[in-house]
């Protein structure tokens, strides 16, 4: 799962460039692996619906409420938009693109659960990713420009690992307790040199992956993981030892931007964008051999775009029907069912205040289907945060829940107003700390970790 799990932590790292129309969505969600657009990339103009008006914002480093000091002059265009998916030059394996299945969309609601987040630690620290051990581990590993922190129950003690970083943005992945992967980088446009580590102690030690040039890595097991770097996919079955290139999983002129890979491995799902911001996915079932593009499909006129957040979560036992891929983009939430080519296009939630006049950026996604008798969930539980653009960075705009598949949203939570969510995980909670709670939600932003622990009543 992709929890990285990481809003966009392909948008996070963006950052201004002179005469550039900059696009920003966590990295983190980043799991959940994401890169930034690059500089030169635009938001092309949508028609023909009306929730969604394209926006244009020249925009300086999400996840910081403060204009770096080297930030250049603002530049602001209104680009023309594509009305045709550019053509490439290789196809790669592919069957028929599905059309889309669109979900009623009801108006959101605009109920806020009467929880309050809370600080547990890194204050006034950047983090532009957080990912959660997987298989129910108790362990998150966050990061961010100053440097990396692993923390457990009851996730307000933080350790501080020695790493050498120099990016803008930081794409933490934690694969066993003994495996993390690190990357650090300032986006593939802007030239700048790429950060690779991993180590194979717990963050004791860390070996550079020289050449690797990778902006996002997710891990499908402790020696098992995928790499989307600035021109293509790679893959490791030796813990980040060696790497080899998956060239079906390449779309020529697109750059990837976000991964997700099922827990065996075997299905993997990469979203790449071109500089227009028109976006394709595809699909491999054989680990990275071969590869379907299963871009959806949207009205008439408009192009897909701008991809990211994905996250893939299996079906559980009686409740099939919801695994699959689920995935943010320009148009909203969009949901994948596992071996389907029918794409869902959720609702999207309304900002506070119920703007849906101007885009906001949805900057994280995370998918809970992991049910419980102590928690009677009624379904997958959808988890993001909007934050709006503008010339210091991202603005919160909330943070969002949604127990009927996306149609309605709620507002989760008070307390994080004017804080970047760059991602969200839902953690085992400890029952020493506050007994009685049985999961906590954290978030990294760009104002160290923040948390609501869950009790057991679902509600």
Request: hydrophobic share 35%; aromatic share 6%.
């Amino acid at each position: 799962m992709l929890q990285h799990p990481i809003l966009l932590r392909a948008f996070r790292a963006s950052l201004v460039t002179p005469l550039a129309v900059l696009v920003v969505f966590v990295t983190a969600c980043g799991p959940a692996p994401h890169r930034p657009v690059p500089t030169d990339t635009v938001i092309p103009a949508t028609t023909g619906t009306p929730e969604i008006t394209a926006i244009v914002a020249t925009i300086g480093t999400p996840g910081t409420t403060n204009t770096p000091a080297t930030s250049t002059p603002q530049v602001t265009a209104t680009p023309k938009p594509p009305t045709t998916t550019p053509t490439s030059t290789a196809t790669p394996a592919s069957t028929s693109t599905p059309t889309q299945t669109a979900t009623s969309t009801p108006s959101p609601t605009q109920a806020v659960l009467d929880y309050t987040w809370t600080r547990v630690g890194l204050t006034g620290t950047n983090l532009t990713s957080m990912s959660l051990l997987p298989g129910g581990g108790n362990t998150v590993l966050v990061g961010g420009p100053k440097g990396v922190w692993t923390g457990s129950y009851n996730y307000t003690q933080w350790i501080s690992h020695t790493v050498k970083l120099g990016g803008q943005a930081v794409d933490a992945t934690i694969a066993s307790p003994q495996m993390l992967y690190v990357v650090s980088h300032t986006g593939c446009a802007s030239g700048l040199p790429i950060t690779d580590l991993r180590s194979t102690d717990g963050g004791k030690t860390w070996q550079e992956m020289p050449g690797l040039n990778a902006i996002a890595i997710v891990a499908a097991s402790g020696t098992e993981a995928y790499a989307a770097t600035c021109s293509d996919v790679q893959r490791t079955n030796d813990a980040g030892a060696t790497w080899t290139k998956l060239p079906n999983l390449h779309v020529p002129n697109y750059d990837p931007t976000s991964m997700a890979v099922s827990p065996d491995g075997k299905m993997i799902f990469v979203a790449s964008i071109s500089e227009g911001g028109t976006g394709r996915i595809l699909r491999s079932t054989d680990g990275g051999n071969s590869a379907t593009e299963i871009t959806p499909k949207v009205a008439e006129g408009q192009d897909f775009v701008l991809p990211a957040n994905l996250t893939f979560v299996p079906g559980s036992e009686g409740r099939p029907q919801e695994g699959g891929l689920y995935m943010t983009s320009y148009q909203g939430i969009w949901f994948l069912p596992e071996e389907s080519n029918d794409w869902k296009l959720l609702n999207r939630p309304l900002s506070v205040g119920g703007d849906r006049a101007d885009y906001n950026w949805l900057t994280t996604l995370f998918v809970d289907t992991a049910y419980s008798p102590d928690y009677n969930k009624p379904g997958a539980i959808i988890y993001t945060a909007r934050a709006k653009p503008g010339d210091k960075g991202l603005t919160n705009l909330g943070t969002f829940r949604s127990i009927d598949g996306g149609q309605t949203w709620a507002t989760l939570g008070k307390g994080l107003e004017g804080k970047a969510v760059n991602s969200i995980v839902l953690a085992p909670h400890d029952p020493a700390a506050k007994p009685g709670m049985v999961e906590t939600l954290l978030a990294a932003t760009n104002d160290g970790v923040w948390a609501i622990p869950l009790p057991p009543s679902f509600r």
